[in-house]
């Protein structure tokens, strides 16, 4: 396996170890678990330091502490930024978990099979085409 592979894959482990550190914390607002989501993040923000040349990447450090001081204590700022964050998460299912856990609204999505409703009272009152004059 190449070594581009290899960075590839786990870096979409390390992320996904991130994204259900912060589900954990959402759950069990136990500070041991917030201490979890911040060494993932640095594990990844050091990890981009290296193959960048911004020596200060810090985008999940400081996405991390955004997310845990939000599920902390939520109010309208806070739920604008847990709702950037569930727009972010690919999985369907652990963006569907998440915002139950955080207790945020998702938009709904309609359904392609559900039946358009017809409302005959629109058309109440008006002549029926054969009654038409020429």
Known sequence: MS????????????????????????????????????????????????????????????????????????????????REYVARIDDGRLKHIFAAAVEISQPKVSSIGKPIKRDDKLWRGLALRGNYLR
């Open 3 to 82: 070594s581009s592979v290899f960075r590839h894959e786990w870096y979409a482990r390390t992320l996904r170890s991130w994204q259900l550190a912060i589900l954990r914390f959402a759950v069990t607002l136990d500070d041991a678990d917030r201490l979890a989501v911040l060494a993932i993040a640095n594990e990844i923000d050091s990890l981009a330091s290296q193959h960048s040349s911004k020596p200060d990447f810090g985008f999940f450090r400081r996405t991390s502490a955004e997310l845990c001081a939000a599920i902390l204590l939520p109010t309208e700022l806070t739920s604008t930024v847990l």
